[in-house]
């Protein structure tokens, strides 16, 4: 029979097998070997990022060319409608600038990534919930959320992580896949853990899990990660050589918007996917990077499909753009179709969270366009689809 140390031995042997498959080390450098190290002192899988140049682009899309007659491609910016025109909830088409350079993560944040922040998280004292039962993660610091389901099993797909006693493991094989089932709140987290590690400014502010800080919002200026915005996010996906050409495109490969609508069915042809996008496949995440077909000008992958991603931003229609002196998140009563929005974010209230990019789920409300999307959750939710890339500010 073995005595209380050997026992411990063979469990330790387990636990290292189990993480040499997996690829996630929970283990750090103690000089003491006879002790187990809980967690990670270090997040050591920093995501790759890519350089979006500041500019001006035309955010949004409508069909006026369509309705008063005008070319594909024209270069007008909508404020006021024709009589009896509504430009939809994804109008109406308006400029949006991007003041400064910012990076954009080239892929989703993977399975093996979040679980390298947890595990560090987890050395720091930062984590509390129900982890021996394997059930959620919060924050233990703050207006305590959920961040991570572990015991979520939605449409025949479990979480793809999970905690051993002495830190988090991903399933063997899907270390490289988006990860889901994570909150809005667990994305926010995951930004302030890697400015954290990296010496920069954490952007957000744990008590009400809002950007501000005594009264000051670290939306630009406050060098660290945080979650795109929708302008930033569409930005990055339309961006090309020419940001002001307004072509209708809705998805970041395509050329034009026509090509997407009679190539694709406006997205119910589903083989026009194949190669770009995973897109409402039915069968799960693929490894970040997939769908080479469909990567953006700017080298970003997956920003159809696979995964739908969350935005900083708070659900709100752009209806009010139509005329100036509206209200809402964007400050519309400023509007000037002529200059457009500088850094639009609607942080300041709402019930949503916006979602980008579509996925592999198959559903009505899922659209892989890079326009506006509808499919909008409360910060809490967390779904097999459900997952998000970051952004890094100066």
Same mark, same amino acid.
């Given at each position: 029979m073995f005595d209380l140390k050997s026992r411990f031995y063979a469990l330790l042997l387990i636990s290292l097998l189990s993480l040499t498959l997996t *690829?996630?080390?929970?283990? *750090? =450098?103690?000089? =003491? =070997?006879d002790v187990a190290v809980i967690g990670n002192a270090a997040i050591t899988r920093i995501p790759e990022m890519v350089t979006v140049p500041a500019g001006t682009f035309k955010m949004g899309w409508d069909s006026l060319d369509v309705a008063v007659g005008m070319p594909n491609g024209t270069d007008t910016v909508a404020a006021d409608y024709p009589a009896g025109y509504n430009s939809g909830v994804t109008g109406p088409v308006r400029k949006v600038t991007i003041t400064k350079d910012y990076k954009i993560g080239k892929y989703e944040i993977t399975n093996e990534q979040y679980c390298d922040m947890l595990n560090y998280s987890l050395r720091k004292g930062y984590l509390t919930g129900n982890l021996a039962g394997n059930e959620t993660v919060k924050n233990a610091e703050g207006n305590q959320q959920e961040l991570l389901n572990l015991d979520a099993d939605y449409e025949g797909k479990k979480c793809e992580i999970s905690y051993t006693g002495y830190g988090f493991v991903v399933d063997a094989g899907?270390?490289?896949r988006? $990860? $889901? &089932?994570?909150?809005?709140? *667990?994305?926010?987290?995951?930004?302030?853990?890697?400015?954290?590690?990296?010496?920069?400014?954490?952007?957000?502010n744990l008590t009400d899990w809002s950007c501000t800080f005594d009264g000051t919002a670290r939306f630009y200026g406050f060098p660290g990660y945080r979650l795109p915005t929708e302008a930033e996010w569409e930005y990055a996906a339309r961006y090309d050589d020419d940001n002001l050409r307004y072509d209708r495109?809705?998805?970041?490969?395509?050329?034009? !918007?026509?090509? &997407?609508? $009679?190539?694709? !069915? &406006? !997205?119910?042809?589903?083989?026009?996917?194949d190669g770009k996008a995973n897109y409402s496949s039915g069968i799960g995440t693929q490894d970040v990077g997939c769908c080479a077909g469909g990567v953006s000008p700017l080298g970003i992958y997956n920003l159809a499909g696979n995964a739908s991603e969350w935005a900083q931003d708070f659900y709100s229609s752009y209806t009010y753009f139509a005329k100036p002196g509206g209200t809402g998140g964007y400050k519309s009563a400023d509007y000037d179709p002529a200059k457009g929005e500088l850094n639009p974010i609607n942080d300041e209230s709402g019930v949503y969270r916006q979602r980008r990019g579509g996925s592999w789920l198959v559903y009505g409300n899922n659209s892989p366009i890079?326009? &506006?999307?509808?499919?909008?959750?409360?910060?809490?939710?967390?779904?097999?689809?459900? !997952?998000?890339?970051?952004v890094e500010v100066e």
């Open positions: *690829g996630c080390s929970i283990f *750090g =450098d103690d000089d =003491d =070997d899907l270390e490289k988006p $990860v $889901v &089932y994570v909150t809005w709140y *667990g994305a926010a987290f995951y930004c302030n853990m890697l400015s954290e590690m990296q010496g920069l400014t954490k952007l957000y495109r809705m998805v970041a490969w395509e050329p034009n !918007g026509y090509d &997407y609508a $009679v190539k694709s !069915g &406006y !997205g119910t042809i589903a083989s026009y996917f890079s326009i &506006y999307h509808t499919n909008t959750n409360w910060a809490y939710t967390n779904y097999c689809d459900l !997952g998000f890339r970051i």
